[in-house]
């Protein structure tokens, strides 16, 4: 205890004691953001892949659906004329009995996809615009167009049109051209 009358000498304050607390506090904020940063990033990448994985999936099931009706149209003995329409209006779409899988919605038996993949697709024939019988709803060139549209999870879409010729009936099919139209 100091005798009385005396004054105790404090010692000066470090200047920088504050400092290491500001220093640390500006350090923590960086680390923070960085952190906000890296899950919108992964989020974002999860939604991409998320989202190519449904396209790719209804690309697949209107393919899918496209290679069915060229299958089916391979084996009709008649000719095509019962499957067109005076130019296309209305396109003929292809469903039981006749191709059972086009329509049938995920869990249906018919449906050719697993469940996990929620996919479907449907099928229109469609006559080719240089087909001399276009305007009356005749095929006189033994040529069409498959125009399949496929649908996966989350309302994705693709549409594929392949267009197909047989020289006669029950001869093999030859895949004259496709698109991709969605």
């Known amino acids: 205890m ?9 010692r000066p304050r470090a200047r920088q004691r504050g400092n290491s607390l500001l220093l640390a506090l500006i350090v923590m904020s960086a680390l923070a953001t960085l952190g906000a940063l890296t899950v919108v990033s992964v989020q974002s990448s999860l939604k991409t892949s998320t989202n190519d994985r449904s ?9 899918s659906g496209a290679a069915v009706a060229m299958d089916f149209l391979r084996g009709q003995t008649a000719d095509w004329t019962t499957y067109v329409r005076p ?3 209305p396109s003929v779409t292809l469903s039981a009995p006749d191709l059972p899988s086009s329509g049938a919605l ?17 099928v229109e024939i469609l006559n080719n615009r240089n087909d001399p019988g276009f305007a009356t709803g005749s095929d ?5 167009i ?24 029950n001869t093999p099919l030859i895949l004259m051209g496709w698109r991709v139209v969605l």
Do not use: C
């Not at 396209?55 to 393919?63: G, Q």
């Open 140 to 144: 006189m060139d033994r040529q069409l």
């Open 2 to 10: 100091p005798a009385s009358g005396m004054t105790t000498v404090r």
């Open 55 to 63: 396209e790719t999936i209804a690309r697949y099931a209107a393919e």
């Open 146 to 169: 498959i125009r399949s549209t496929g649908h996966g999870p989350q309302g994705s879409v693709a549409i594929v049109e392949w267009e197909v010729r047989s020289q006669a009936a």
């Open 87 to 89: 130019s296309n209006n």
């Open 106 to 122: 995920p869990g249906m038996p018919d449906n050719l996809f697993s469940a996990d993949q929620n996919a479907w697709f449907s």
